[in-house]
C-alpha cells in the first residue's frame, strides 16, 4: 500500500514538473476570468453597496428621531418611547386590519413550571 502511494507521489509530482518546465500552466477544474473583464459588474455593485449603506444611514437618523428615552423614572420611560412604539406597530402593520388594538401594557406572572422528578432520582439509583 505505501510502495503504490509514493509511486503515484512521484507520478503526480513528475506530471505537475514537467508541465511547469514546458511553460504550460496547470489545469483548474474552477471558473477563471480576467480581472478586467468583471469590472463593469464590480462596478455595480459597489454601486448597490453604496446605496445601501446610505440607507441604513438614514434609518439610523429617523431611528433617533424618534427614539429619545427618558431614563429618569420607569413612567417617563413609557412616555418618552410611545412615539416609538406607534411607529414601530405601523412599520409591521400592527393591528392587522379590522384587528382590535390593545395599547396597554400587562405584566403578569406566570405560574412556576413544574416538572415531574422520578424518586429514584432523590435515591441515586
Same mark, same amino acid.
Given at each position: 500500500?505505501? /510502495?503504490? /502511494?509514493?509511486?503515484?507521489? #512521484?507520478?503526480?509530482? &513528475?506530471?505537475?514538473?514537467?508541465? #511547469?518546465?514546458? *511553460?504550460?500552466?496547470?489545469?483548474?477544474?474552477?471558473?477563471?476570468?480576467?480581472?478586467?473583464?468583471?469590472?463593469?459588474?464590480?462596478?455595480?455593485?459597489?454601486?448597490?453597496?453604496?446605496?445601501?449603506?446610505?440607507?441604513?444611514? +438614514? *434609518?439610523?437618523?429617523? &431611528? =433617533?428621531?424618534?427614539?429619545? $428615552?427618558?431614563? !429618569? !423614572?420607569? =413612567?417617563?420611560?413609557?412616555?418618552?418611547? +410611545? =412615539?416609538?412604539?406607534?411607529?414601530?406597530?405601523?412599520? /409591521?402593520?400592527? $393591528?392587522?386590519? *379590522? *384587528?382590535? @388594538?390593545?395599547?396597554? #401594557?400587562?405584566?403578569?406572572?406566570?405560574?412556576?413550571?413544574?416538572?415531574?422528578?422520578? @424518586?429514584?432520582?432523590?435515591?441515586?439509583?
Amino acid at each position: 500500500m505505501r /510502495i503504490v /502511494i509514493k509511486v503515484t507521489v #512521484v507520478f503526480a509530482g &513528475l506530471a505537475g514538473f514537467l508541465s #511547469v518546465a514546458r *511553460g504550460e500552466e496547470p489545469k483548474s477544474d474552477y471558473f477563471e476570468q480576467d480581472v478586467a473583464a468583471s469590472d463593469a459588474l464590480r462596478i455595480q455593485q459597489a454601486a448597490e453597496y453604496d446605496v445601501y449603506i446610505r440607507h441604513l444611514q +438614514e *434609518g439610523r437618523r429617523q &431611528l =433617533d428621531a424618534i427614539l429619545q $428615552p427618558d431614563y !429618569s !423614572s420607569p =413612567d417617563a420611560f413609557i412616555r418618552s418611547t +410611545e =412615539d416609538y412604539q406607534k411607529a414601530f406597530r405601523q412599520s /409591521i402593520g400592527y $393591528p392587522a386590519p *379590522g *384587528g382590535q @388594538s390593545d395599547d396597554s #401594557v400587562r405584566f403578569e406572572q406566570d405560574a412556576a413550571p413544574v416538572f415531574p422528578v422520578s @424518586s429514584r432520582a432523590h435515591q441515586g439509583t
